[in-house]
Structure formats: structure tokens, C-alpha cells
């Protein structure tokens, strides 16, 4: 079962609020990232947790903080955040770091006013 | 550096129709890992096939068919008979072996808009 969940479907914030996207898996991968999606364009990688931890920050500003509470789980805390970050927040999982495929969530659309 | 071109931004065919969405890429890897993904509007990217770069065998999944051209960097995908669920976006991306932290990242094409009309 190549599942990904994640929660809420849609987030609309504004940019003084504090919220969180939540990400889970069951397959027992251990790599598990976070990418943004605009509109039109493809996913950019934002974060990668390897046996949860943190392997990679792609120069993410630190309004984003992610977490990673045990191997099922992944969280990217959101707070002051700008009209720009709003986007689709896919979470994505594989079995490793050097398992090629990543299986993706159905994503957050996040609006932020 | 890596990159994947998708040259066709937008598609339309009509249901039952055949339809082939190129996809070009460039390494310096000689080991890399070719992928293509789907985005219906749904939202969820959709992993479809990958192909290793030591392996040039084309492909068959019921009416989907890939054709990988080392000669040519290229991973082509066709779609047979399209039927109108086929509609979404579809992204060819492409990565090297592992080389430690980092060297996973996917890059992906713009992606190809296929509209199916019944």
C-alpha cells in the first residue's frame, strides 16, 4: 500500500498566525521530504528527514520549521508567513535515502492573506 | 549539473487518441535514474515508472509505454488510446546514485499539461 496522508487538505492563514501541515506514512519508509509546489511549476525540495533526521534544508527561510516525531511522521510548522508562501505543500516518502522512488502525499494548499 | 527539458508545455487530444510526451535530459552521471510522475488537479504526484540508466529495455504498463534512448537522453512516454482520466500534468525527473546527503534530489521537468477531450 503506497499511501501518504496528509492533513489539512486546505489552510488558509493569516500572516501572524501559527499553524502546522501534517504528514504521515505507514510503509515503513525512512526518508521522508517536504517539497513546495507553485502554480504551473514543478515541486521544490525543501526538506529531507533520513532516519528522522534532518539531512537537508534547501536554504528554507525559518518561518518553515519542520519535525520529524518518530519514522511515520513528519510536521512543517508555519508561522509569520507571507502571501508568497502560499502554494501546494506535498510531503513525499521512500524507503531510504538511496531508494530512488518517492511516493507523494495529495499535498496542503496553503493560502496565506 | 542536471536538467530535464519537457519541450511540450500543453497537449490536447481527443479520447482514443495515441499521445507521446517527450522528455530530454543531461547529465554527467553515467549511473542516474529516470523517473516520470502524474499530477491529476487533484493535487497528488502519482510515481508511474523509473529506469535505470544501465538498463535501455523499453517498457510496457497496459495502454502506457516508455522509450528510454541513451543515444539520444532521452525518456519518452506514450499513452495509447488516452481516455479522458489520462487529463493531468506529467513530469519526467531524473536523479544520479547516491553520493551521500544531497545527491537524491530529484530534478524535475515544467511538465506537460495532457487534456484528454471525450
Known amino acids: 500500500d503506497t499511501e501518504v496522508t496528509q492533513t489539512p487538505k486546505h489552510l488558509v492563514m493569516g500572516m501572524t498566525n501559527k499553524k502546522s501541515l501534517k504528514c504521515e506514512q505507514h510503509m515503513g519508509h525512512r526518508a521522508m521530504y517536504w517539497y513546495k509546489q507553485k502554480a504551473k511549476k514543478p515541486p521544490e525540495l525543501m526538506f529531507v528527514?533520513?532516519?528522522?533526521?534532518?539531512?537537508i534544508n534547501e536554504s528554507v527561510p525559518s518561518r518553515f520549521s519542520p519535525e520529524c516525531p518518530n519514522s511515520s511522521l513528519l510536521n512543517l510548522h508555519l508561522h509569520a508567513l507571507q502571501p508568497e508562501d502560499s502554494a501546494l505543500y506535498l510531503c513525499?516518502?521512500?524507503?531510504?535515502?538511496?531508494?530512488?522512488?518517492?511516493?507523494f502525499g495529495p499535498g496542503t494548499r496553503l493560502t496565506v492573506t | 549539473a542536471q536538467k530535464v527539458t519537457q519541450a511540450q508545455t500543453e497537449i490536447s487530444v481527443v479520447e482514443k487518441e495515441d499521445v507521446t510526451l517527450d522528455c530530454v535530459y543531461e547529465?554527467?552521471?553515467?549511473?542516474?535514474?529516470l523517473f516520470w510522475y502524474k499530477q491529476p488537479p487533484s493535487g497528488e504526484l502519482v510515481f508511474l515508472i523509473r529506469r535505470n540508466s544501465f538498463d535501455e529495455q523499453n517498457e510496457i504498463s497496459g495502454r502506457y509505454s516508455w522509450n528510454f534512448q541513451k543515444s539520444t537522453s532521452s525518456f519518452n512516454f506514450t499513452i495509447t488510446a488516452s481516455q479522458v482520466v489520462d487529463s493531468a500534468v506529467y513530469f519526467c525527473?531524473?536523479?544520479?546514485?547516491?553520493?551521500?546527503?544531497?545527491?537524491?534530489?530529484?530534478?524535475f521537468g515544467k511538465g506537460t499539461k495532457l487534456s484528454v477531450i471525450p
Open positions: 528527514y533520513s532516519y528522522e533526521k534532518l539531512s
Open positions: 513525499a516518502s521512500s524507503q531510504g535515502e538511496r531508494t530512488y522512488e518517492q511516493y
Open positions: 547529465t554527467r552521471d553515467t549511473t542516474y535514474y
Open positions: 525527473a531524473l536523479r544520479g546514485a547516491y553520493s551521500g546527503a544531497g545527491s537524491y534530489q530529484l530534478t
